[in-house]
């Protein structure tokens, strides 16, 4: 369940973040790291998807030890919340979504 969360957090914009070294630089430095950041971030979280698929698969036919249901439903929310994630970075990237400034104003791209 912390994996739904931290979908949200990526919704909301709300990371933690040590941005003083990409805040000094002029505007379109600043969305050229950014831009970075989130293509290397992207290919970590499709990463964990194929991870969380590959788990999902293998423990289809294991029953939870606390629940009536199969382990894979128990994985899926990981799963679930990284595809949820690949969402909003790739919408970020190709300038659909938002960014905050470092003012905590929050721009288009």
Same mark, same amino acid.
């Given at each position: 369940?912390? #994996? +739904? ?10 990371? =933690? ?10 505007? %379109?430095?600043?969305? !050229? ?5 989130? =293509?290397? &971030? ?11 698929? %590959?788990?999902?698969? /293998?423990?289809? $036919? ?7 249901? $199969?382990?894979?439903?128990? &994985?899926? $929310?990981?799963?679930?919340? #990284? ?9 970020? +990237?190709?300038?659909?979504? &938002? /960014?905050?400034? $470092?003012?905590?104003?929050? !721009?288009?791209?």
């Amino acid at each position: 369940m912390a #994996m +739904i969360g931290l979908a949200e957090v990526e919704r909301i914009d709300g990371q =933690l973040r040590m941005g003083f070294l990409v805040e000094s630089l002029r505007r %379109k430095a600043r969305m !050229t790291v950014l831009t970075a950041i989130d =293509l290397v &971030y992207l290919a970590i979280v499709l990463h964990l998807i194929w991870i969380g698929w %590959k788990t999902i698969q /293998r423990t289809w $036919s294991n029953e939870a030890v606390t629940l009536p249901v $199969s382990d894979a439903l128990l &994985y899926a $929310s990981g799963f679930l919340a #990284m595809i949820l994630i690949a969402n909003r970075v790739v919408r970020r +990237i190709v300038g659909l979504g &938002y /960014r905050q400034d $470092s003012g905590g104003v929050e !721009t288009a791209l």
